[in-house]
Every structure is written in structure tokens, then in C-alpha cells.
T-cell receptor
């Protein structure tokens, strides 16, 4: 049982490059979210989804896109990387609003 | 609007002594509340959750938390700290509805001294 799988674990980008952070879960969860974690700021919600084909913005969506074509996958796209996007990114999934989320192990992204 | 405040950014205890991590929340309705733990360079693990059932919630690894509506608090406790408890702890409130959105506190770093 893999849970929530994030790839890659580490990535270095140059300013202006684009990339996609992958997230997949095998628990048939409807709810999926992307968070970024920065020192002293806890985790902040970027985008979330309540089911295939349904996505919405969180607290810090600028510079990021998402789509949810299947229940299992929820990729996060950085359109044009900026140094301010240097962070640790976590994907999470849950079966409903009250169950509690299962988190992936994170992607550490550095933009130079 | 919902919000969550962790009252201590850093807590230091000796091994074998009690742990208290404090959390206050603000919510316009009965909230869902969670505590997560993050060990260094790891993902987050759910310790326990409150979803309007029993006010005293037991979690994994001997942790428990008590929901006190009158004080809008959800403090995390453990009777006896272990070295392996050293980690970052997050108090989290669910925004409710069908969004599944979570609001995280800033985190409390727990240091356990031998």
C-alpha cells in the first residue's frame, strides 16, 4: 500500500523554467491538496480538489496550475519558476473533510 | 473565519516528563481539529483528530488532546516524553463544508533532552 507518492524528491530549477510535480495516491480518495512549507510559516494551501474534474484555489495559488483528470493523480505545474517558489511541497489526500489527510514525503524545490 | 494559533514556537522537556503543546482556534462553527507531527526531513503524520465526538481524543504514540469549546483550545499532551518524540507539531483546523481545506498553525518544535 503506497499511500501518497510524490516525485521527484528533489529538484533544482533555473528562474523561468517550468516543471510539473507529480502526486499519486492509491487509496481512492476524493480529496487532494497541494501545500508549500516555508520556515516559520507552517503549511499553506496552494490548490485543492474534491474529485476528478474539480479543482479550486487555496491561499497561495499564483504561479501554479493544477488539473485532476483522474481520482489517483493531482499534478502541480509551475508555469515560470521564480526564486520565491523555493520551498518544500507536500501533496495530501483524504476520503472526506473530516477523516484527516495522508501526506506524501514532499518535494524539495530550489529555484536559482 | 477559521484560524489557529500555536502558543509556543519551541518547547523543551526532559525525557520522562510530561509534554504540553498549546493550541487555540477560532471557528464560526463546530470545527474539525487535528494534530500532525513532522520528524526532520519527513512528511506529516496524523497524530489524532477531533470531529465532534468525545472531547478527549486519544492518538498514536501515547498522545492525547482535549477539546474545550469554552476556552477554544485543543492542547496536545503526553504523560511521559520519549527521545523519539522530538519533532515539529502542527495544530490544524478544518474549514468544513465539502472543501476539505485545512488551516495550519505555525508549528511547535518539541525538543526532548536526555
Amino acid at each position: 500500500n503506497a499511500g501518497v507518492t510524490q516525485t521527484p524528491k528533489f529538484q533544482v530549477l533555473k528562474t523561468g523554467q517550468s516543471m510539473t510535480l507529480q502526486c499519486a495516491q492509491d487509496m481512492n480518495h476524493e480529496y487532494m491538496s497541494w501545500y508549500r512549507q516555508d520556515p516559520g510559516m507552517g503549511l499553506r494551501l496552494i490548490h485543492y480538489s474534491v474529485g476528478a474534474g474539480i479543482t479550486d484555489q487555496g491561499e497561495v495559488p499564483n504561479g501554479y496550475n493544477v488539473s485532476r483528470s483522474t481520482t489517483e493523480d493531482f499534478p502541480l505545474r509551475l508555469l515560470s519558476a521564480a526564486p520565491s517558489q523555493t520551498s518544500v511541497y507536500f501533496c495530501a489526500s483524504s476520503r472526506d473533510s473530516f477523516y484527516g489527510y495522508t501526506f506524501g514525503s514532499g518535494t524539495r524545490l530550489t529555484v536559482v | 473565519a477559521q484560524s489557529v494559533t500555536q502558543l509556543d514556537s519551541h518547547v523543551s522537556v526532559s525525557e520522562g516528563t510530561p509534554v504540553l503543546l498549546r493550541c487555540n482556534y477560532s471557528s464560526s462553527y463546530s470545527p474539525s481539529l487535528f494534530w500532525y507531527v513532522q520528524h526532520p526531513n519527513k512528511g506529516l503524520q496524523l497524530l489524532l483528530k477531533y470531529t465532534s465526538a468525545a472531547t478527549l481524543v486519544k492518538g498514536i504514540n501515547g498522545f492525547e488532546a482535549e477539546f474545550k469549546k469554552s476556552e477554544t483550545s485543543f492542547h496536545l499532551t503526553k504523560p511521559s516524553a520519549h527521545m523519539s518524540d522530538a519533532a515539529e507539531y502542527f495544530c490544524v483546523v478544518g474549514m468544513g463544508g465539502n472543501t476539505g481545506k485545512l488551516i495550519f498553525g505555525q508549528g511547535t518544535t518539541l525538543q526532548v533532552k536526555p
